[in-house]
Every structure is written in structure tokens, then in C-alpha cells.
């Protein structure tokens, strides 16, 4: 595979201009003073040991005056790097702090087999030196936008993050590449500020706009108030974290991409406002949707400059806001979209004139009439099906010629499963990108939730830097050792089976993530899928999945150090796990409607055993741990009540999602199964345990078996489960022998 747009480009920086950059290092440290180097100050907290070997420069765009030339369109979107040097003496060049964090990073992966990422690294294996490279690394993206996070982000990867995480991540996302950053932090104190100035009173607000796992959701109008209300000490804290992350995005050279005002109201708008034109919107999967204010409305123009105005006080300013409206069935009523698209519109450019309108692609959004209406130069959209659907063919002509990013969500609801269609990636997106005239210009990284499937994450990532399509047999081939640290058969075998199982699906099915396991399902004989939007079969052959397991179990000691190492022997380990759920549940349906009561006990003891070894599984690794998600929500709390009312916002949002309405009318319940500690050992095992024992009990008596209020069962126990533990315990290499063991 070749990785970049050209082979070698003549570039600035040469061995007189990397001594130069040492020696004015050299000098700057004598003085104790320093220009600003956020890319130098970023490595030294991932590698505090390396960090002073390596000289970071920031140069101009290609082809203009100072920067790296021959590398291609040289337009003032374009971003490329140049890393040279020697032993321990390194030089990246890049076009923003962002793209030079890129450059190392790639650096370190193929010259030096190390590797982050936001699931698990390995920098155990670096030598004392850096190692040098015999030729400049020269990359330039084939892409201007290379855009991160679903919408849903902040609620399924983590509502209560702080700093620590948060600084990381950023710092991760540079590495791979990325220089637009949709964040939704912060939006409820702007909410909360702005309708204080039309008629709503402090307590009201607070109690309207929902918990910070929810939020999300309330965001995109879809629903309010639940997890809530939020405290003036809790908006505080949000939006003080807010505004470190956005300082830090702006400090990489990346965009902040925030949300932008649409029209959403608070409950009786038009009372407290005479006039106001208000849209109710209805239902959404169980929850009564906040109304719309016609855009057109001389109320919508002060709000949206009220909106506005107290966003940039609070976070500043952007190039880039993300406008949803009427997402997922939302109703214009009598209003007129195109008309309303316009009016929203003029609200963004008169706040901030040249902005570009962020869209979600998903279901029919953007519709037609929007597009048509608007500047379509300025709107750039995120593509959630690029992957997904077979019929998904001409972006071109379904969104007439505006510029899109190739985009995909891998996974729903931040379910643990592991894999992609990554077949798809390495076909379309290239064969999209250089169809004549093309629209797109950007990559769109948009899991439900972030922080999984590391190989997915990197393979994806690459893609803005690779010159021509992806082979994925080389690339995977290559990623064991970027991995662990080292060559390794074992690895690689490992690997190659990942790959033409969990990663070798494609949309043919019209799917996009890979199948659930059933342990987390609400509990039926005849279920299929955890989720209600999750597949219903296996997408791949699990028994030749197993195959991956004794196979990393085989990798050298040596190359099973690492966080990265450990992460993925859990994953593989918790998946092969999994999939025995699918094949035992068929087993015990078929003993149960032959009455076979001794076929049935016997089955329905080992799928409490393989339950048993997922929980023992899980329970080693800190990212598979309910008691962690609990303790960062209770942290975040300033006394009992509120403490309890965010731990009850963020296991709710893992398990019923909602209120009755929502769990079961709406098919909510479960969305966002995960395999982690404390809800397999708790939560899955009480529904199966519960479940099968009314079955046992309907076979001994020769009855029907007594029904399950499941939602009273399983609000019941987010209420009042037991604490679970915040560290992680067990030896993962024991646990997956004892699994091994087994199959």
C-alpha cells in the first residue's frame, strides 16, 4: 500500500534547516522562553520521554510562498506534512499543529512500530533514540475536511468526562488526522441564557433542557427534559469544561464545530411572546418533541441573535455550526422548508458572515427543498450513510453538487461489538472522490459512540492520507506490528482472520456495525438483537472469528505489554463470548417447546456460565466497566440528590434510555447494550435468571409462563443496583485462556 499523494515531493526542510530548527530549540530552552508550540506541548504529554528529540515547524499551505511544494491542488484548503531527520533528531513540518501531530504520528507507525489510539497504545517498544528516516515521509491530504463525532457523541462515549479525558482525545484525534470537531458541550448554558431574555424564568430552563446524557438528543429536537433538571453549579462546570476543549481545538489549528439555532422552543412560546408562529412537532419514539418556531417569524431573527451572541461570549467564535432541522420526521406544519432554510440561514451569516452550515446526511435529511434554497457552496454535509445502504450511489446528484464528507457509523447506541465494513471504505470512498466533478471533499468520522474499534478507527483515518485506494490485505498485514510493537506471525494471523470476518462485511446487507450478542437482550426465546435497530443475524462466521483468539494468546511476551495489546485481547475475548449467546439460545428454545426439561436445565446452566465468563471477561478492562460510567457521573454532582440524579441520567441512557414511553412504546430499551461489568453480571444476568425460571416454573406446572413487567424490572434495578466497582480486576490472558479452553 502506498500511503500519500505522491511518491517523493520536493519539500522545505532540509538537513541545514533541521539543524537550524535544533539549534533554535536549543537556544529558546537556554532563554526559558518559547513561541507557543502546541504540537511539541501535546507530544510531551504522550511521550514525556521522546518529546525533546523531535522539533515541530509550522509552514504555509503548499505551493505558496515557504511551504512544502509539488505536493499537489496547493489551494488554501490543502494540508500536507514533511517529517526527516535522524537518529533522535526529528523534523516535522505541517501546515497547523493538527496536520504536524498527523505527521509524527505516522512517522511513529511506520518507522518506528509504535501507535495511539483512543482504545489502548503502545510506546513500550520505542528505543532510547527515535530511529531516523532514510528519506522524507511527505503526506498531503486528498481531503480539506476531515470532520469527528456523531451527534450523539456526548451522550453515548461519555456525558461526564472531564479535562483529563478530554485533553486526550483531542490529542488522539490530531494524531489521526482530524481538524473539525463537532462538540455539543456548552449548549445548555446558551440555551439556558437566551430564552431568560424572552420570558422564561431561571428554574424553568433548567428544568426543561435535559441531563447531559440526554442532551444530545434535546439538541436535535427530539425530546427534553428527562435526566434532568441540571443545577446553575452543574451549567457552570459544563461550561467552563467547554471552553478548555474549544481553546484546545483552536489551539491544534482545528475548528470547533458548534451547534447553530434552528428554531426550537421552549413550552408555550407563543404565550409569554404574542404573534410567535409556533410548529408543535409531535412524538418521537416515545417522548413529545420541544416546537418549532417558524424561521420566518420576526421572533426567530432576535433569538437567533440572541443565541449567537451568547454563544461566542461563552465559547467564541466559529467557521462551522451544525443545523439539523426537522430531523428524524420532525413536521413544517404550514411552513414553507425552503423559506424556513433561508431564514435560518441569513441568522447564521448575519452572526457569523462566511460560516459554513454543517448537515447531518441521514435518513431524508438534508431534504431537497433545503438545499435548493440555500447557498449550497457554504453547507457541507456529513454523510451517515456512505457505508450503510447498497442504493447509496450518487451523493452528486442526490445532494445536487454539495460538497459532502464520506462518512460512517459503525456502530449504534456505542455498542461494544467490534468491526466494520471496511471493504466498503477502501472502494467508495476512493471511487467517489475522483468520479469527474466531485463533491466530495471530507472524511466523516461519526460512530454513535467513539472510544472502540481501534483498527477501525485508524483504517478510517487513513484514508485522507492515502494516495489511491486502500489495500486492506497490506494494511492489515502491516497494523499488527504498529500495534504491538514487532513482527509477529501470530499477530498477523490474528489480524488477517479480523479481517475477513468483523472487517470484511459490506453494506450488501444494509447494515453498517456489526450484530450484538443476545446476553444483553431484553430476554425472549425467540429474540435477535440486542437493539430493535440492531441486525438480526450473525454478519459473519463466529466459529471462524474464534479463530482469532488462540492466535493473539500466541503473541510473543515481549509484544503483549501494551494497552493496546490488552484492549485487543479483551475485545476479541468478550466478542467470541458473545457469539455464543446466538448459538445457544436456538438450542434452549428447541428444549423448551419440546418440553424437554433436562435439555433445558442443562442449556440454560451453560448460558448462565458463558454469562458468567463475559462479566469475568469485561471486568478486566477500566474502558468495559459500568462502575467507572457511574462514578464519572457521580463526581460531577455537588451533593446526594444530584448525585443521584446524574448516576440515574447515565445508566438509565445504557439500559431503559427513557421512561416507559420511550423504553417499549419507542423501542429505546437496550439501544445502547454494551458488554461491561456490573450490566452483564447485574442488569442481563437478573433479566435471564428472571426469565428462565418462569419458563422452568411454566414446564413443571404445565402452564403458560407468567409474564415480565420488564420495565418495571429494569427501572427498578437502575434505581437501586448494587455499586460496582470502578477498577478493573482479573488477568485478561488467564480469562481468555479459560475461554480458549472452551470452545
Known sequence: MNIGRRTVLTALGSSAALAAAASGAAAEGATGSRDPDPAGDALARLLPDHHDQVTFRTVPRPDSKGGIKGSGRGDDKTDVFRVSGSRGRILVE???????????HQYLRRHAHAHFSWSGEQTESLPGQLPGLAAPLVREANVAHRFAFNDTNDGYTGPYHGWDYWER?????????????????????????????????DAEMRAWIAGPAHQPWWLLQNMSGFGGPLSQRLLDRRAALARKIVGRIRELGMTPVLPGYFGTVPPGFADRNPGAHVVPQGGWVGFTRPDWLDPRDPHFARIAETFYRVQSELLGDSTMYKLDL????????????????????????TAHPGAIWNILGWQTNPRRDILDAVDRSKMFIVDGLSDRFPSVTDRDKDWAGTPYAFGSIWNFGGHTTMGANAPDWASLYESWRTRPNSSLDGIALMPEGADNNPAAFALFSDLPWTDGPVDLKTWFEQWPAQRYGGDDAHAVAAWDVLRRTAYGTTRA??????????????????????????????????????????????????LRRSSAYTYDLTDVTRQTVSHRSRALLPRIKAAYDAKDRG????????????LGLLEETVATHPRHLLGRWIADARAWGADDEERDRLEYDAVSLVTVWGPRSGADSGGLHDYANREWAGLVGGLYTLRWRTYFDTLATALAEGTAPKPVDWYALEDHWVRTHPAYPARPSGDIVRVARKVAARL
Open 599 to 610: 435439555a433445558f436445565d442443562e442449556l440454560t446452566a451453560e448460558w448462565f456460565t458463558w
Open 94 to 104: 505541517g501546515t497547523t499543529p493538527a496536520v504536524q501531530l498527523t505527521g509524527f
Open 169 to 201: 482525545e483531542l490529542d488522539v484525534l490530531a494524531l489521526h488526522g482530524y481538524n473539525e470537531v463537532l462538540l455539543y458541550l456548552g449548549a445548555d448554558s446558551v440555551y439556558h441564557r437566551t430564552f431568560q431574555e424572552f420570558g422564561y424564568g
Open 509 to 558: 446487507d444494509s447494515w453498517s456495525e456489526g450484530h450484538d450478542g443476545l446476553f444483553g437482550a431484553r430476554p425472549s426465546l425467540g429474540v435477535r438483537s440486542g437493539a430493535s435497530w440492531s441486525p438480526g443475524a450473525l454478519r459473519y462466521d463466529a466459529g471462524e472469528f474464534a479463530r482469532a483468539l488462540p492466535e493473539l494468546l500466541a503473541v510473543a511476551p515481549r
Open 326 to 349: 426537522l430531523h428524524e420526521g420532525g413536521r413544517p406544519g404550514d411552513v414553507p422548508v425552503g423559506e424556513a432554510a433561508k431564514a435560518v440561514e441569513k441568522a447564521l451569516r
